[in-house]
């Protein structure tokens, strides 16, 4: 069920709620908006995100809804569960997700959920690891549509040198957070990420 100011949408099993539910929090990254339908949190990414528009576009296109803001159950859990993160306390989400993308893009941000916390993968090792080795471009145009920052950790995914590359919510957010898991992880990152 999601809910906003100008209505209420009640969910019933033929009769889907109209919009998307979308909300904006604070966090230590800066501002952060949440998307939901009663099918699972479908963005949690960053305000000012370059690329922003255009995956919202692609759910509002795949849902055949609008964002909207509105409050949502899910956002309760994900408020939860991404404060304990911050807090160091939480290393594995336990969400109820919904990945909006093609089937490459949709196995490519599962991919991601397996690399643990506190470790890093190489764009090259990731198309392995998806058995898709001659597709490092590919996966790392997937990795660039992830709409549910942190918790498909594509900021986990580095240069094969070691090198930080690129990351949509900007390379100091990256490092930021990469050193927040080696902190609350006790595991020492690969390579010059750092340098």
């Known amino acids: 069920m999601c809910s906003n100011s100008v209505y209420t949408c009640i969910i ?4 889907p709620c109209s919009m998307i539910c979308l909300k ?3 966090t230590p990254l800066g501002k952060m908006q949440m998307g939901a339908t009663d099918d699972g949190i ?3 990414d960053f305000q000012y995100r370059r690329s922003i528009d255009a995956i919202m576009k692609r759910i509002e296109v795949n849902k055949g809804r609008q964002f909207s803001s509105g409050r949502h159950p899910y956002f309760d859990l994900l408020e939860s569960q991404i404060g304990e993160y911050f807090s160091g306390v939480r290393r594995d989400f336990d969400l109820p997700l919904h990945l ?3 089937p490459f893009q949709v196995r490519v941000w599962q991919g991601l959920q397996q690399i643990p916390y506190g470790e890093t ?3 090259k090792s990731q198309s392995i690891y998806l058995g898709a080795e001659k597709a490092i471009r590919a996966v790392a145009g997937a990795n660039g549509e992830n709409g549910i920052a942190i918790i ?4 986990r995914v580095i240069g094969e040198n070691g090198s930080l590359t690129g990351y949509g919510g900007g390379l100091p957010k990256k490092k930021w957070l990469l050193e927040h898991e080696q ?6 990152m690969q ?3 750092f340098s």
Not at 12 to 15: E, T
Not at 183 to 188: C, M, V
């Open 183 to 188: 902190k609350h992880s006790g595991k020492s």
């Open 12 to 15: 019933y099993r033929f009769a």
């Open 42 to 44: 479908c963005l949690f």
């Open 152 to 155: 498909i950790p594509c900021h």
């Open 191 to 193: 390579g010059d990420l």
């Open 24 to 26: 904006f929090i604070d």
């Open 121 to 123: 993968r190489s764009y």
């Open 100 to 102: 909006v993308g093609t």
